[in-house]
């Protein structure tokens, strides 16, 4: 059974930090990332990495704040949230593609289950 199973996420202030984590299970894949969802929006785009290389790309509304990592010995990805802003609140998914990158929706095999993460002025 295929599963990824998210931890972190929360409640914090403006300027603060977060780390979500994402652990998969069942088959191997090639890259891992994250998307969002805010209230009435469309999902975003957030970061991917590939469990070889360790390429990683971001959404441009992260870039230089966010940093996606992984361990591969423990099938985890991180994705390290800093100078959070309240346009960040969203709930937050993981996603996994088996082959290729994880860049697009309807290119994900799998997701998390979501994480929320509140941002407060």
């Known amino acids: 059974q295929v599963e990824l199973v998210q931890s972190g996420g929360g409640s914090v202030q403006a300027g603060d930090s977060l780390r979500l984590s994402c652990t998969a299970s069942g088959r191997a894949f090639y890259s891992m990332g994250w998307f969002r969802q805010a209230p009435g929006k469309d999902r975003e785009f957030v970061a991917a990495?590939?469990?070889?290389?360790?390429?990683?790309f971001y959404g441009d509304s992260v870039k230089g704040r966010f940093t996606i990592s992984r361990d591969s010995a423990k099938f985890t990805v991180y994705l390290e949230m800093k100078n959070l802003k309240p346009e960040d609140t969203a709930i937050y998914y993981c996603a996994a593609r088996a082959a290729g990158f994880v860049l697009q929706q309807v290119r994900v095999d799998n997701w998390g289950q979501g994480t929320q993460v509140t941002v407060s002025s």
């Open positions: 990495i590939n469990w070889t290389g360790g390429n990683t």
